[in-house]
């Protein structure tokens, strides 16, 4: 059974040469009992083992983090049950950690008793994290020429290195920095932006959406015409954020849908003026009027009249033709009679 005061007095012994400041990644003295072996490199969440020579005149040996032990020969005195032995024999005394964490870093001891006197085996873990973005801007809804400011940290071991970039453009709007600046934001900048943090160990990527309201903008009027008694349509097509409302006026009056048979219909960004039977007094200057919380535009259309053509005036092209064949047919008939009157004469000679 091990003696709790051995170990204590073992421990005790160890703790003070750690506290020396063995030098890291060297790779021992021969003339001394306390050897440093190369740091050891793991990332985070694998399996890292940690291995220690032993002899044939070892008597007592255990694994040490800090001033705990983890392993006294075969006996665990580590709680954590990511610890455990692996080997342990005359040659070698190994135990690993599972699943390593930022907190399992630092320096491992070996320490071993001989017949004649203690010696250490140290080691110091380095746990390598992937990048993970803990603090990052929200999505932000913003009015056209407004200064942004997007922010992206990360942690991460290496330190990873940041950079944004705008998903939807052309790759001109960039930047290295945890933050991006966008002065005097146009809506042309609006979209989705993306932060990454890389290190050589992986890749964290998120994104964030800038909404940017602006005033509407209408396309120009097109001026219809229609015959009476037809169906007319007018369309206003408007370019906002947030969406535009649409207002129509004929003259300066507003119009709503039933107003003299007329409907308003609006879909997305376009609002159609539908006449479903335009008479006389439908013929007339209209107003399209586009507007949101920013701002309005507006743009101005004609309704005007198509004559459709009448019967007769169907009919007038047909009789011209058929008034040319007849005089031409009339000449063809005074050549024969000519020809019937003067071919006896002709047969004589």
């Known amino acids: 059974m091990t003696n709790p005061v051995y170990w204590a007095v073992l421990v005790g012994m160890t703790v003070l040469l750690m506290e020396q400041g063995l030098p890291v990644r060297s790779q021992g003295d021969s003339q001394s009992d306390n050897k440093v072996m190369d740091n050891i ?21 255990a694994w040490l983090n800090r001033s705990s032990i983890l392993y006294a020969g075969e006996d665990k005195w580590s709680v954590d049950p990511r610890v455990s032995l692996v080997t342990l024999n005359q040659e070698e005394f190994t135990i690993k950690i599972e699943n390593v964490d930022m907190t399992d870093e630092g320096q491992y001891v070996c320490a071993v008793q001989t017949s004649s006197r203690p010696r250490t085996t140290s080691v110091h873990v380095l746990v390598q994290v992937p990048p993970k973005i803990i603090n990052l801007s929200r999505d932000l809804v913003v009015n056209e020429g407004s200064n942004v400011t997007l922010m992206c940290q990360a942690s991460g071991k290496p330190e990873p290195s940041i950079s944004w970039k705008l998903v ?12 991006l600046e966008i002065p005097s934001i146009s809506r042309q900048r609006a979209g989705t932006y993306e932060c990454s ?7 964290d990527v998120q994104t964030v ?4 309201n602006y005033a509407p903008t209408v396309s120009e009027g097109r001026d219809v015409g229609v015959t009476l008694g037809q169906r007319g349509v007018l369309e206003c097509e408007a370019d906002a954020v947030p969406e535009a409302d649409f207002e129509w006026y004929k003259d300066d009056r507003r119009i709503f849908t039933g107003f003299d048979g007329l409907e308003i219909v609006k879909t997305a960004s376009l609002s159609k003026l539908v006449f479903f039977n335009v008479s006389d007094g439908d013929y007339s200057n209209y107003t399209c009027v586009a ?4 701002g309005s535009s507006n743009t101005s259309f004609l ?10 005036t169907l009919l007038q092209g047909p009789r011209a033709v058929q008034d040319g064949s007849g005089g031409a047919m009339g000449v063809h008939l005074h050549t024969c009679l000519l020809l019937l009157v003067f071919l006896p004469f002709l047969l004589k000679f």
């Open 41 to 61: 490199t793991v990332r985070q969440g694998e399996t890292v083992f940690l291995r220690c020579a032993q002899g044939d005149v070892v008597t007592h040996t």
């Open 168 to 179: 939807s453009s052309s790759g001109d709007l960039a930047s290295d920095d945890e933050y």
């Open 197 to 203: 943090a890389v290190n050589e160990i992986d890749t």
């Open 209 to 212: 959406d800038i909404t940017v």
């Open 291 to 294: 507007l949101n919380k920013l």
């Open 303 to 312: 309704l005007y009249v198509v004559i459709e053509p009448t019967s007769s």
